[in-house]
Each structure stands twice: as C-alpha cells, then as structure tokens.
C-alpha cells in the first residue's frame, strides 16, 4: 500500500510518524508532498520517506491519500489534482471546517471519501480523531481509518451532522482545558507553590484523572461523590465550584467554538 499526503505540516507528521511507528507501511511507499522545501527536507531527513512538490504526481502513485493542506489552499489543490482522481482512490481529509459535500464538489464523484476530525495531542499519540465517511466508502476504508488513526490516538465515527459539536469539544477543547489548567496552576501559586511545581501537579493531576476515568469507565459524578470525604477538602471546594457560573461558563464556550464552526463550514 501507498499512502501520499498532500501537505506536510505538522498534524501531517503526526500521522506519518504514527504509520510508520506502527508498520502499517514502509517509509518508501509515503509520499509527502509539499510546496515548502523547509518541510520536504525535514521530512526526508526525519523520517526517510519519499518527499516531491508535485501533487499531480503524488496523485498518480499512490492510491491512499491524506489532504492536510490549509483550507485556504484546498482550491489551488483540487484544480491541480481533481481530473485525475478515480474511483480506485481514497480521499481522506483533514482540512478543517470543509465537509463532505465541499469535498465532493472539489474532488468529484470518483474517489471515496472520508472526513477527519483530529486534534493537536495527535502529535503526541493522544489525540482524538473523528471520522464520517462518504456513501461511496467501503467498509475497508473505514478500517484503514482506524490503523492509520488509531497509533496516535482514540478513533470515533460519528455522523457528520455532530462536526461542529466535536469541533468545539475535541478540536477546540485542548485550549480550554489548558485553561483550566492554567487556573489550577495559578491557584496553586497564589498559595506559596512554586510556579514549576504548581504547574506539574496541575498537569499530572489532570492527566492522572483522565487515564483513570477512562480505563475504569466510572461515572464521573459518582467519581466525585468518592472523592469527596464527608468535611474533608474536597467537599470544601467542591462546594465553591458548585455556587461558581463555572459550568455554564464552559456549556457557553463550547456553544459559541460550535457556532463559528458552522459559520466557517
């Protein structure tokens, strides 16, 4: 199998490393193609794989293919590419806040086509990636989705009518947790921490809990009953948190990431 990327930015080489990480190809049948010669060259030397600026070409070779170019540039892309695609290719792409149906009107009938959704922990194999596929994708795609995927992350397939909704959460969601983050380590600052050691106890912390809530599967409010001993400390600030606008606050972020979304789309 030959797998081309049109465009090699850095969520491109998130994905590439993570394929070639997991064997699922050999670095001689990737291509990454890219217009930056900065970016070619790092991609040769890093990762072996075989590097071109010419997308018509990368078309031509490999069958699998992976769109991560800005949204800006998928039009110059599609005039360049969209002749010679057939229906022996597969389209996947992650070029945000363009869907299905604009991609089929770029790329034509021809080739199958998958929407991806991924996030930035995907650069360090935590990332959280959503797909829909169009109706011409065959089971196998799906599948193939999910090796390529699912080295650097967890992988989800939902229907593309809830892109907005993941946008906000997952594709958006790493800054919003971070300032939560931020706040706990700010906090923990304003109480004589140092500021290094605020923040790693923030970071693991919040780490700690994710890993843990996600192996054990525990419902998240009775997590919280069982962290909250009767008058202890938890209980204490717990009961700040539920007088504070701090849910709601979060609810109106992600309403107003999932409104631009669609304005965007």
């Known amino acids: 199998m030959k797998i081309g990327f049109l465009g090699a930015g850095k969520m491109a080489e998130a994905i590439l490393a993570s394929i070639l990480d997991g064997g699922l190809c050999e670095r001689w049948n990737v291509t990454a193609c890219d217009v930056s010669g900065e970016r070619r060259a790092l991609m040769e030397k890093e990762y072996g794989v075989v590097t071109t600026a010419d997308a018509l070409e990368t078309v031509k070779t490999c069958k699998t293919l992976i769109v991560a170019v800005k949204p800006q540039d998928l ?8 002749k010679v ?3 022996n290719h597969l389209v996947i792409s992650i070029c945000a806040g363009k869907d299905l149906k604009s991609l089929r009107k770029g790329f034509g009938v021809k080739p199958r086509l998958i929407r991806i959704m991924p996030n930035l922990a995907l650069r360090v194999n935590q990332g959280m990636v959503v797909s829909c596929a169009a109706p011409n994708a065959k089971p196998a795609d799906k599948k193939l989705v999910k090796k390529i995927f699912g080295g650097a992350g967890k992988v989800l397939e939902l229907e593309e009518k809830h892109f907005d909704a993941v946008t906000a959460l997952s594709g958006s969601g790493p800054a ?3 300032y939560c ?7 923990g600052v304003a109480l004589g921490l140092p500021k290094d050691a605020a923040r790693l106890l923030a970071e693991q912390t919040m780490l700690g809990t994710s890993v843990f809530l996600q192996e054990t ?11 909250c001993s009767k ?11 539920a007088k504070s606008s701090v849910a709601s606050a979060y ?3 992600l309403a107003a990431a999932a409104k631009r979304s ?3 789309a």
């Open 75 to 82: 039009g110059s892309l599609v005039a360049s590419v969209g």
């Open 85 to 87: 695609l057939t229906a």
């Open 176 to 178: 919003f947790y971070a």
């Open 181 to 187: 983050l931020k706040a706990m380590a700010d906090g």
């Open 217 to 227: 599967g525990a419902d998240l409010e009775t997590f919280i009953a069982a962290v």
């Open 231 to 241: 008058g202890g400390t938890t209980e204490a600030g717990m009961k700040v948190l």
């Open 251 to 253: 609810a109106k972020t």
């Open 262 to 264: 669609a304005e965007l």
